[in-house]
């Protein structure tokens, strides 16, 4: 091998231990060394869940719902704190961390990828640590399909990947963006089929609502996790084009997106 191919190929034999380099600094930033520290990545949505548990719990003793509460709403809301958290800590990545630009070896894709691997991992941990407790005081069942389960985790990561990266990359052009992020985000969340089952619509709206690539994949969750018990209903071809397009889209952005950053 040349020394100009060599020259050529570092930066992206470089790219696993710079990724993991501002991983930590991430990390270190956010949760510091005192107490847990970063183990609050992991704590934090799982805080979140018991938040919403309980209160589901208070609820169902007048509205109960057609399926075991615990494991509806860690296939529900779980996914939805991965999409939020990650989308939410996206926006202005570069502005915040101009600074590192100067490192050769940082690029803006790496700046991105660390960050929402830290999210996407962190709460995919959360899922996981919370379903074991879960089963092990006898409170849910295990899952009866997993490769169901894990398609739908494997889509609903690509959504949020996805969206991420197209309003991470838009928010790095103009503030306006943070500032509508906000309240759309909070518009998602009732379409996301987080706290329903498609097929507890009326029929007419299954095929309309498998249409969603959020509730697609929570339908692909939950069928895996509850299994037969339950009827779900879901779009992959319609939610494969969507997460093409967005992903298309927002690299396309995030190429040319540090002309906008200012480097401190």
Not at 67 to 81: E, R, S
Not at 153 to 178: M, P, Q
Request: glycine share 4%.
């Amino acid at each position: 091998m040349s020394s100009e191919q060599s020259h050529l190929e570092s930066p992206i034999r470089a790219m696993p231990r710079v990724v993991f380099a501002l991983l930590m600094r991430e990390l270190y930033t956010r949760f510091g060394r005192d107490n847990i520290g970063f183990l609050w990545i992991i704590v934090e949505p799982i805080l979140f869940c018991c938040a919403v548990v309980l209160l589901w719990t208070i609820i169902k003793s007048e509205h109960s719902i057609a399926v075991a509460l615990v494991p509806f709403l860690l296939t529900g809301y779980m996914p939805l704190l991965m999409y939020r958290h990650t989308t939410a800590r996206i926006m202005r990545c570069m502005q915040a961390n101009s600074a590192l630009l100067y490192h050769s070896k940082v690029t803006i894709f790496s700046m991105y990828t660390a960050r929402i691997v830290l999210e996407v991992l962190s709460t995919i941990t959360a899922f996981s640590i919370s379903c074991f407790a879960f089963w092990i005081f006898g409170v849910v069942e295990a899952p009866r399909d997993v490769s169901l389960m894990l398609l739908g985790w494997g889509l609903y990561v690509w959504i949020t990947v996805s969206v991420s990266i197209l309003v991470g990359s838009l928010s790095e052009r103009s503030e306006l963006t943070e500032k509508i992020w906000q309240p759309l985000s909070y518009i998602t969340i009732p379409l996301s089929g987080t706290f329903f089952m498609v097929d507890w619509l009326t029929p007419s709206m299954h095929d309309i609502a498998a249409l969603m690539p959020m509730i697609s994949a929570v339908e692909l969750i939950r069928g895996g996790y509850f299994g037969d018990t339950v009827t779900v209903h879901y779009n992959l071809v319609t939610s494969f084009y969507f997460c093409l397009l967005v992903t298309v889209a927002g690299l396309f952005l995030l190429k040319d997106a540090r002309r906008y950053v200012e480097v401190e």
